[in-house]
């Protein structure tokens, strides 16, 4: 597997930041905590792990955009690149212990997802993709699930926070899924969630009311290794809509059908 010189600047950044954020992780009780809304928390973990990441890809790239989830959102003077990135996604789970969280980092090009970087540094899991070059954990070239059937899938989504999104359009589109798929799992990371549908480890995936930074590298992880990716129209706008749905071809059509289903009378 042969990375470029862009996806390595990427791939330094995450592992910056994950030295960071395992440190932090062995010590989460000392973290000063704030709150940026409801049940939506943010800590000195995340904001080092951005400026890690910021750092290290501006250095490499002075001119190029930057979206982060931490900070205000960098123009550039570079027109045609943007790197969008998330330095802790799955900080609830962060807090609480649980080893399910992640950098990452997408770069985007003319409004284009072309490269992508998802570490988890509590199991030393990178997942890298580049556009054309298929998707990877660590060194083994990754695959979307071939399960067909809603009714053998494991399907991943999101609740939505407290305060936030709508919970009443949740719960009927989770009643429909539960009607029909093998499982349902709610691990609380989006971007992992993505690399575990590139991973063939979960056979589908929805969630609203997200932000870009959670979704730009997982979305390219999917198509690399073989899914498909829609919003909740069924178009390409996930980044603007802040929706998904994805798996391969016959589990995310079926799923977004699903999604769809008329609501029930009574
Ligand atoms: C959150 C996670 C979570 C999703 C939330 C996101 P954060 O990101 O991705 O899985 O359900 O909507 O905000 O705040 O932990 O980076
Ligand atoms: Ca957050
Ligand atoms: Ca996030
Ligand atoms: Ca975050």
Redesign the pocket.
Known sequence: MARSALLNVMVQAAFKAGKSLARDFGEVQNLQVSLKGPG?YVSQA?RKAEKLIRDELLKARPTYGFLG?ESEEIKGTDGAHRWIV?P??????FLHGIPF?ASSIALERNGEIVAAVVLNPATDELYTAEKGGGAFLNDRRLRVAARKELSDSVIAC????LGRGNHGKFLIELRHVMGEAAGIRR?????L?LAYVAAGRFDGYW?R???A??MAAGILLVREAGGFVSDLDGGNAMLDAGNVVCGNEYVRKALFEVLHRPVPTR
Not at 187 to 191: D, E, F, Q
């Open positions: 939506d995340d989830e998330d802790l996604d799955g900080t609830t789970n969280f999101g609740v939505p926070h691990m609380g990371a989006a971007s969630d969630e009311d997200l932000s930074w959670d």
